[in-house]
């Protein structure tokens, strides 16, 4: 038994010692596989490193280079900015931005103002037109004198007026009092309400009578040539549309 024993004790001492002796060569050829390493070259050529000229950025300094061109301000900028400069020493404003604000807020005063005026004269040359001709001239440097003839129609002798009118041989003006001189009787006639702020339009729907009508406007065509129109006649031209009134003041006696 104990003679067996040994015998495996050999057997397996035998097969550990093949085992070892296989490993080792096996090791033995992995690292006999490895590439071997080799040598780096060294590049000995003589290389000239570049240089550049000492001018090289008077070459390029140039307009033609420059591809940001500044801006050059107007007149007008140029006084913005001087007297945005003015304002800010004169109120003592802390910053540009702060006078710019102030000009700004005058300036829109100012354009309040015009708007203003423009609105007074336009209001103005109404009320002082007649009602008619809004942006005309006046008919005479005397419109005051006229305005207060036309006022007072009824208390006034348009036979007198237009004799001295027309011994001046100012036969606008004689033309114009025979106009407001048929008005009167018009109205004495209860033919119309006369109103000096009414037109001749107003007027002319206040006349029944056809004929009265047609004749009236007529002589309103007359009236607004000659006077407002600003045209000079002679005495031929008097006489003629004195006809027109004489006829209408006829036919509302009739």
């Given at each position: 038994m104990l003679h067996f024993l040994k015998h495996i004790r050999y057997?397996?001492?035998?097969?550990?010692?093949?085992?070892?002796?296989?490993?080792?060569?096996?090791?033995?050829?992995?690292?006999?596989?490895?590439p071997?390493?080799?040598?780096?070259?060294?590049?000995?050529?003589?290389v000239t490193p570049k240089t550049y000229e000492e001018d090289f950025k008077e070459r390029y300094d140039g307009s033609e280079y420059v591809y940001e061109?500044?801006?050059t301000k107007g007149?007008?900028?140029?006084?913005?900015?001087?007297l945005e400069a003015w304002v800010q020493d004169l109120f003592d404003f802390d910053s540009r931005e702060k006078a710019a604000d102030f000009l700004g807020d005058l300036t829109n005063i100012v354009y309040v103002i015009i708007i203003i005026i423009v609105v007074f004269i336009i209001v103005r040359a109404i009320m002082n037109g007649e009602g008619r001709w809004v942006f005309g001239k006046r008919s005479d440097k005397k419109m005051v004198q006229y305005e207060d003839v036309e006022t007072n129609i009824h208390s006034v002798d348009f036979k007198k007026l237009i004799s001295q009118a027309t011994a001046n041989n100012d036969y606008r003006l004689a033309v114009r009092y025979q106009?407001?001189?048929?008005?009167?009787?018009?109205?004495?006639?209860?033919?119309?309400?006369?109103?000096?702020?009414?037109?001749?339009?107003?007027y002319t729907y206040e006349i029944k009578n056809d004929?009265?009508?047609?004749?009236?406007?007529?002589?309103?065509?007359?009236?607004?040539?000659?006077?407002?129109?600003?045209f000079s006649i002679d005495k031929a031209?008097?006489?003629?549309?004195?006809?027109?009134?004489?006829?209408?003041?006829?036919?509302?006696?009739?």
């Open positions: 057997t397996f001492l035998l097969i550990g010692i093949l085992t070892t002796a296989s490993l080792t060569g096996t090791t033995a050829h992995a690292n006999n596989s490895f071997q390493q080799t040598s780096v070259q060294r590049d000995t050529s003589n061109q500044e801006k007149w007008f900028s140029r006084f913005i900015e001087w106009y407001l001189q048929m008005l009167k009787k018009m109205s004495a006639s209860e033919i119309i309400s006369y109103d000096p702020e009414k037109t001749n339009l107003d004929d009265i009508r047609e004749q009236f406007q007529y002589t309103s065509y007359v009236y607004n040539y000659v006077w407002y129109g600003e031209q008097y006489e003629q549309a004195k006809t027109s009134f004489s006829l209408i003041l006829k036919n509302m006696a009739a």
